[in-house]
């Protein structure tokens, strides 16, 4: 039996018959590269869905061989500032390539990005990597306002990572068109659940555009098919994520009653801290896989996705099961 997947933040559900279906015409053309014209399509039908225009769209497969040549172009001479925790593998790309990277951490209770210290940090040329929400507490940790005060400072370039954009509805990627030094990067992978076709795109301002613009590359056939598609589909797409953000509403009052340590967010995931001892092991060994987050948080602290609503009870229960062994579940008054 396959155990059930709660820890890479997918969409529970396949794509659509008619996604499918076209990703086999796609298929059928393996023995070609795709065509340009389908490309540009691609293009065009992002720039619709995300209210840019298409000639600031980078594609890419997957946003995080985007964001990792963004590092590798735009870290000469300059200090790179990203957060701690964060999932970007763009932290392993910046220690190759720069002399100084600064992880700002976002401290407990709220996980909140101090401002001030963030300000303070961006002296000289600097690039800084957010991603909002963050990964994996799931908080929105700037908004757009407070993006726009960062932009205007002289000789920072921002590079924010919107991955979960669908599940917040916060946004800076209009901004790309007022500022040359900002570069949105988002995915297909999740809401459209096309993580096995690993399409990313980046929204860039001027700066990053001009660096950018021979990223040509040539989509495999059956990712290209299959996000055209997909993107015909938005209204089920904004269902399924509707059903989530309701599901993880649900899981989290239902764990929040039980006593159990959530914190807010605004992505397909959750954030707990369990001091149950070996958590992540002992849900594995029931046949539920989660994201164990010790090498970046404190010990405890694990992050689930949210997935259909059996998927979602078969969790909880199992981790309501682990909690009465140790002597965890809450005790009500009689």
Known sequence: MEPLRLHLNELPWPPPK?????????????????????LQ???FKL???????????????????????????????????????????????????TNQLTRLRLSLPDFRLNMDLLKSELEGPCL????????????????????????????????????????????????VEKYPNLLVTRTMDKVFSLAGARIGF????????????????????????????????KELMKERVNFIIEERKRLVEKLLTEGVEVYDTSANFILINSP??????ELKKEGILITDLSHQMPQGFIRITIGKAEENNQFFNK??????????????DE
Request: charged share 25%; hydrophobic share 40%.
């Open 319 to 332: 981790f309501q099961k682990l909690r009465n062994r140790f002597g965890l579940t809450k005790k009500y």
């Open 276 to 281: 149950i001892p070996e958590v992540v092991e």
């Open 47 to 97: 720039g619709d869905y995300t209210g840019i225009a298409s000639e600031r769209i980078i594609l890419s497969p997957g946003s995080d061989i985007l964001l990792r040549e963004a590092v590798h172009l735009f870290t000469q001479q300059r200090k790179v500032v990203t957060l701690c925790p964060s999932f970007l593998p763009t932290v392993t790309s910046a220690r190759q390539t």
């Open 202 to 233: 980046g929204l860039a301002g001027d700066v990053f555009l001009k660096k950018l613009s021979d990223f040509f590359i040539y989509l495999p056939q059956i990712a290209l098919y299959a996000c055209l598609a997909a993107l015909d589909k």
């Open 128 to 175: 800084l990597i957010l991603d909002n929400p963050n990964n994996p507490t799931g908080k929105i940790v700037i908004s757009p306002d407070e993006v726009k005060t960062l932009l205007e400072k002289e000789d920072v370039l921002l590079i924010v990572d919107e991955a979960y954009y669908e599940f917040s509805g916060i946004t800076c990627a209009n901004l």
């Open 41 to 43: 399509e691609l293009m």
């Open 18 to 38: 008619e996604v499918l279906d076209a990703a086999r015409k796609g298929l059928e053309k393996l023995n070609r590269y795709s065509d340009e014209k389908k």
